[in-house]
């Protein structure tokens, strides 16, 4: 018994330096890139962040909203907040992108992730690094989401992190969907013969409905928009993602049950953030198995570092992460 609790509390502190490691290296990774990273989304990101600094609370919401076709609240409220104390455009990013790498850390603890393998899909996976220096408020939404899955046993916490994720970014009521998929039939089931709403189904319904009515004009563009983009080899690779989850996982019916959200609403809104979603899922499923070390998280973790690395290439080069030239 000693000796399991010197092992545990060496095993803690080892992933505890690991954790520092990883989070030092992402923020100055971030301060490096950063500032590098002028075109794109970049653009209206930056011009929005400096032209909140010293406005008033309502009148840089409305600048956020037109500027940015957007109404989601969480990370225009920490753009005021940063911008406002006078805190540089890229040191606001990096600090986050070190949250957001600290609490995947923690999540990889939490799965038993082998250290090493950790480590490498944090510092060189393209989803991680898309996250960190493109998708800026969906990075939000993550951080959020992350760490409701870490207090997912309590529910309360859960549910109250879970909406400040969807208000983080409105795509991510369909990761919540998906978790939620296959066990809304049975709840679904128990409502028609009790009565009694159970709470996952009380909660997929409020965050589902409620704010998505305050969003449709912003979702409606983002659907045409997305909907016109729409390529076969998105759904490949969706497709993907679920063969290797339902492969790794023990319960392979919610495997799929997962994945039917996912891969609707990569044919109905385009590939691009959905796919993120989709490689999360496969970790949830793939990472526990032997800590990670696996054909399919070994396979895809070098191809996504391949890919990663020319996404940065084309950050230091031509100031955007994705370049078609």
């Known amino acids: 018994m000693v000796r399991f609790q010197n092992q545990f509390k060496i095993n803690v502190t080892r992933y505890g330096l690991a954790s520092i490691f990883v989070t030092v290296s992402v ?94 899909l944090v510092l060189s996976n393209f989803y991680f690094y898309v996250l960190f ?37 409105v795509q991510m009521i369909i990761i919540y969907i998906s978790m939620f998929f296959g066990s809304m039939f049975q709840s679904v089931r128990r409502f028609l013969m009790s009565g009694r709403l159970p709470g996952a189904l009380i909660f997929v319904s409020l965050v589902a409905v409620f704010p998505l009515l305050l969003m449709t004009e912003q979702l409606t563009s983002k659907f045409m928009v997305y909907r016109s983009d729409n390529d076969i080899f998105e759904l490949l690779r969706i497709f993907a993602f679920f063969v290797l989850s339902v492969w790794y996982a023990k319960n392979k019916m919610e495997a799929a049950f997962v994945f039917i959200p996912l891969i609707i ?61």
């Open 27 to 120: 923020f100055g990774l971030s301060m490096l890139i950063s500032p590098l990273y002028i075109y794109g989304d970049q653009i209206e990101y930056r011009r929005v962040y400096s032209y909140i600094q010293g406005l008033g609370f309502f009148d840089s919401f409305y600048f956020y909203s037109s500027a940015l076709d957007s109404h989601e609240l969480i990370h225009f409220f920490l753009s005021w907040i940063f911008s406002n104390a006078g805190i540089d455009k890229d040191l606001f990013v990096s600090f986050f992108n070190a949250v957001l790498a600290f609490f995947i850390m923690k999540l990889f603890y939490k799965w038993k992730v082998k250290i090493y393998i950790s480590i490498f």
């Open 265 to 325: 609403a990569v044919y109905f809104v385009g590939g691009d953030r959905i796919n993120i979603f989709g490689y999360f899922a496969f970790l949830y499923y793939g990472l526990p198995v032997r800590g990670g070390v696996n054909f399919g998280v070994i396979a895809t973790g070098l191809y996504f570092a391949y890919v990663g690395a020319g996404f940065i290439y084309n950050i230091v080069t031509y100031g955007v992460g994705f370049y078609f030239g």
């Open 133 to 169: 220096f493109s998708a800026e408020r969906l990075k939000f939404g993550f951080i959020f989401m992350i760490l409701s899955i870490i207090y997912i046993k309590r529910l309360r916490i859960f549910y109250f992190i879970a909406t400040l994720s969807f208000f983080s970014h």
